[in-house]
C-alpha cells in the first residue's frame, strides 16, 4: 500500500487570522486601555480640583511665578492691572481671590496664560499686536475664564497625569509607546480646545459687561501670526482651536446672545 502524507485539517500552531488584523487588534486594544485609564485619571483630577482651597492656590503659585521675569513695577503692568480691577469692580468678575496681572519680559513670546491664586501673566510681545483696549481686555476676560472654570487646576493636573503615562510608557518597543503617547496626547488636546472655547465664551461675557459692547473680541485672532494658528488639520492636534472657527463662535454667541457692537476705546498703553 503506497504511503499518502496528510496535512492536519486543523493546525493549532498557527491562526486562522491574519498576523496583520491581530496586530491591529492588539493595539487597538491598547490603545482603548490607555485613553481610559487617562480618562478616568483625569477624572480623579477633576474630584481633586474641587477639593483646592483659595489659600492652597496660592502657595502653589508661588512655584511657577518664580520662572518668569516679572516686570511689576512697569508702567505697562499698572495699566493692565487697572484693566482688570475695573472690571471687577463693575461686578463682571466674581472669584474668591484677587486677580493679579503681571507683565513679562518676553520680546519673542505672544501669550498670555492663568496660574493658580488668580495670577494672570501677560507677555510683553503680545502687546505688540493688539490695537485697541478692548482687544487687550478680552484677552484678559478670556484667562479670567480659567479662573471661572478652574482650568487652570485642572490643566495642571492633567498635565501630571500625561506626563505620568509618558514615563510608563517609555518601555522597550518605542514605536508601540511611541504611538500610545501620540493618541493621549491628541484626547488631552481635545480637552484643551474645549477649554479654550469656554474661557472664550466667558471673556465675550465679560467685555459685554465691562464696555456694554463686544467689539474688540475677535481682533485679537485676526492679528496672530499665521504661524501661530494651528490650521484647518492641525487643529485636530493643538491645544488651542485654529483661529477662524473660534472667531466664528464668537460671533455666533454675540449674534445669539444679541451683544451689540460699537466703537473701540483707544489703547492706551504707556510708552
Known amino acids: 500500500m503506497k504511503y499518502t502524507p496528510r496535512l492536519p485539517e486543523q493546525n493549532y500552531n498557527v491562526t486562522p487570522v491574519s498576523p496583520l488584523r491581530e496586530l491591529f487588534i492588539l493595539l487597538g486594544g491598547l490603545l482603548l486601555i490607555v485613553v481610559l485609564v487617562y480618562i478616568l485619571l483625569g477624572v480623579g483630577v477633576e474630584l481633586l480640583v474641587t477639593r483646592i482651597t483659595p489659600q492652597t492656590e496660592q502657595k502653589i503659585s508661588s512655584i511657577f511665578l518664580n520662572k518668569f521675569d516679572l516686570q511689576d513695577d512697569d508702567e505697562v503692568s499698572v495699566y493692565l492691572q487697572h484693566l482688570v ?119 465675550l461675557e465679560i467685555l459685554q459687561c465691562d464696555y456694554g459692547h463686544v467689539n474688540g473680541a475677535t481682533q485679537f485672532f485676526e492679528h496672530m501670526p499665521k504661524t501661530l494658528d494651528p490650521g484647518h488639520l492641525g487643529h485636530y492636534f493643538a491645544s488651542h482651536p485654529e483661529h477662524e472657527k473660534r472667531i466664528k463662535a464668537l460671533l455666533h454667541l454675540a449674534k445669539v446672545k444679541g451683544y451689540p457692537s460699537k466703537s473701540l476705546t483707544t489703547l492706551a498703553l504707556p510708552k
Not at 510608563?168 to 511611541?178: E, F, I, T
Open 85 to 203: 480691577d475695573t472690571m471687577v469692580a463693575k461686578g463682571c468678575v466674581t472669584l474668591p481671590y484677587k486677580v493679579k496681572v503681571h507683565l513679562v519680559n518676553d520680546p519673542d513670546t505672544i501669550n498670555a496664560m492663568a496660574l493658580p491664586g488668580g495670577h494672570i501673566l501677560v507677555f510683553s510681545k503680545l502687546l505688540d499686536i493688539v490695537e485697541s483696549e478692548n482687544e487687550l481686555s478680552f484677552v484678559l476676560g478670556h484667562e479670567i475664564g480659567h479662573f471661572q472654570n478652574r482650568d487652570h487646576l485642572r490643566g495642571m493636573g492633567r498635565s501630571l497625569v500625561l506626563a505620568f503615562l509618558t514615563t510608563v510608557l517609555r518601555a522597550p518597543g518605542k514605536s508601540v509607546s511611541n504611538l500610545v503617547t501620540r493618541t493621549v496626547r491628541v484626547t488631552e488636546s481635545a480637552f484643551s480646545r474645549d477649554q479654550e472655547s469656554e474661557a472664550d465664551a466667558a471673556g
